[in-house]
């Protein structure tokens, strides 16, 4: 069975980023092979982008929504097998995955890293249970450790945006109060190492990202060498991965600035705390991208789930 | 006015079981009698399976669908007449259900029991505040007493698998770490009792349920008589009527086995607590109903639903 | 651009009066300009009426309806212009509003008064926010300092009740046990004075209404002086402009009763305590509006929403 779960389900890239171009508002009469179909979407954690992009393109697509925020609305569920359930569970995933699958011919699923046990975090265990028990397609729509309908969108925006046919690409850590989550940038290197870009990815030291996940790769902790030449500087916080969910570094100096950006296009996939990710005038600048992002978001979940509709 | 409050309204049993079969996916183009009207769910309550299924349901008979939590995103109602609202309760249900006639064809309301105060319970202030105000037909997606949709889901459930003509239908109490509504057990015994079923009905002593709910019945204390070739045992939780709303036994002993189960086939509204109201390897197991009860509560809807729309 | 901000957005009363009529359930298949077009409705506060009615007059126009609770589903938004968002708020007004119009063709928006600080309240900075940055129309679902929406369903209520070609409409201050914003009141002495009505006030000293919204008016401390030959009665509670957000008084003498009422017919915008704000013999009894007040949102919003949606 099709699931789009990380960028790997993208099979291939190239056409994905073709047929997006297809999708823009005022290219003519979308296709709505979601007719008769239904797709619900399941909000274990807050959403501002996801939850109004993925109904907005669900509703183009011609499919029937059916939105739930599992928390508040429902009630916990219990991921462990053969656990006898007297705690705060009420349900277990396997029947209420079993359940929705019943009722929706597509799932879409946001389940964020917890933060505090990396073992628990990787096993993704809400997403996958989905996968395992729902019977019917799933779509990540942010899982502890990707964030493929972002990484998606960000690579349609350097796609539409590029005017090199290699252009640089660095990845640039960013401090932020909170400790955050490793979904955005994990996905985003997964999918620049598909493009034909040349990607940098710099950040302080205790910041490096899970190899497992992204592969090797030779980080650069000296941020202004790495932005050197730069033509997107994408900016971004998560916390460390070595000593996980810890916040180690607030350093103000990492944060985004005009002049660090020099000609460089800017893009972050939002929410962003200005003065503090980037400053004012990088954001309110002709260079950045985040609303084409933004808006890219829309197209992302079409190509997403057209790919699931998709069954010969 | 038609209403659709309790297992009561279905006015001929076995011909709403024929039409369900009609209803289920893959049985030719629904018809829509819902088009160019409106249902609205209110939800005083959490919910996963109702909240879903319903929507479903109503899409499916062409209806527009407001969902609202009424707690969450509204306010406290005051259910009593004559008080001076000079605290909690920012708007009476007088005008709060007429409103809400004033936008929806059809409401439903989800209303739990408090399971403080049995007299206040049983008089179903919330539901029969609606049917008394709104107007229009009101639709019982579970309230103190009752549970018609998952009932008549769960009758759907037994007239599709049974291969007797008058099967044992055994309702086994089973422990619970909370307490919990009589709502389920309530309608499923009514509904039991218009089929043709030999009902058998066991749980401990003081957990009898309410004779003027389900009229006068003869308990099986000893389960492992009552589930005695049985076709079909119903397991679920709940709370004392006597002492009400309290939890006055926990004895694992109680708990659903598949050695206890035999040949029969199993039956849950969900959700279920594993290896606490019911062993794995029965959820697991091919002789569990589960999921087909929950599909079906989108057919129970949709012939509740149309039952509220043929207005003559 | 467009927007529904006040009831100064209204071009020519009259003819929205007049338009509204035609737009009366049983008036023909009415319109659909919305289709293709997606309406979101940002709520950050509670909602009942407005909620409802909105989306119910956005699906008869046709419009796809996005709903977002804002502060329960996505996060706190920092209005502030160069701070450093290193506190409570995860995104700047300035990204989300421009963000959400990238998804909608139109936004709607509710936020209350925080009663606090009335420089903070009357600067409007969630409405002027998403005014500012949204890029697209948007529409005033009641904000800190106007409920225009209500004041169009008020005004379409006497305009299709009045026997008169000049009633006398009297605003009548009300006991409430919690502070209340005045935006209510605000935009119904607005609308009003584009009506041929004789409008009185009427309120406790302490409880003028703001001069530079409302204009400058002569109020009457005597409510029964104030009643005398009243064809309409608009009752409501709002806390002290001059102190700001307090409640000074609670004098029950100032409730609504059948007495004081006398022939006039009576109004509130709900939710309404009964007992405390006007006596059950008044909402019970056959001068009552209330119920068509809240009918006449669904006019009102679809106005409204057809006003933003003509764009030539």
Same mark, same amino acid.
């Given at each position: ?23 823009a508002?005022?290219?003519?009469? *979308? ?6 179909? &239904? ?43 053969? &656990?006898?359930? /007297?705690g705060?569970a009420a349900?277990?995933i396997?029947?209420a995955?079993?359940?929705?699958? $019943? ?17 628990l975090?990787?096993?993704e ?15 990540n ?12 969108? /960000?690579?349609?925006?350097? =796609? ?16 932020? *109060?909170? %400790? ?7 996905s985003f290197?997964?999918?620049?190492q598909?493009?034909?870009? /040349? ?16 592969g %090797? ?5 000296? $941020?202004?060498k ?37 000609e ?16 004012? %005038? ?11 992002q ?9 190509? =997403? ?6 069954? $010969?």
């Amino acid at each position: 069975m099709k699931h789009f779960l990380s960028t790997d389900d993208i099979d291939s890239l190239p056409e994905w980023l073709k047929k997006g171009r297809t999708l823009a508002p005022g290219s003519g009469t *979308p296709e709505q092979p979601g007719l008769g179909k &239904t797709l619900c979407l399941l909000f274990f954690n807050n959403s501002l982008r996801t939850r109004l992009s993925t109904q907005k393109a669900a509703r183009l697509l011609g499919l029937e929504v059916l939105v739930m925020n599992f928390g508040a609305e429902g009630w916990n569920l219990e991921l462990e097998d053969g &656990t006898i359930m /007297d705690g705060g569970a009420a349900e277990h995933i396997a029947e209420a995955a079993a359940v929705v699958g $019943q009722y929706a011919d597509l799932i879409g699923v946001r389940a964020f890293a917890g933060l505090s046990d990396r073992t628990l975090d990787s096993a993704e265990g809400i997403l996958h249970g989905f996968v395992k028990y729902a019977g019917v397609p799933i779509l990540n729509m942010e899982s502890a450790t990707g964030h493929p309908l972002q990484a998606l969108a /960000d690579a349609l925006t350097i =796609a539409e945006t590029t005017k090199k046919t290699t252009p640089k690409v660095v990845l640039s850590w960013a401090p932020h *109060p909170r %400790a955050l989550p490793q979904a955005v940038p994990n996905s985003f290197v997964r999918i620049m190492q598909r493009m034909p870009v /040349d990607l940098v990815i710099t950040h302080p030291k205790g910041y490096g990202l899970d190899a497992n996940l992204v592969g %090797a790769y030779e980080p650069v902790y000296d $941020q202004k060498k790495a932005l050197d030449g730069a033509d997107y500087v994408y900016v971004k916080n998560w916390s460390s991965v070595q000593e996980y969910g810890r916040v180690l570094n607030r350093d103000p100096g990492w944060m985004m600035t005009a002049e660090k950006l020099g000609e460089a296009q800017f893009m972050h996939c939002l929410p962003v705390r200005r003065n503090m990710v980037v400053e004012d %005038a990088v954001l309110d600048g002709p260079q950045s991208l985040v609303l084409k992002q933004a808006a890219n978001r829309t197209l992302s979940a079409q190509l =997403a789930l057209t790919h699931l509709l998709d069954v $010969q």
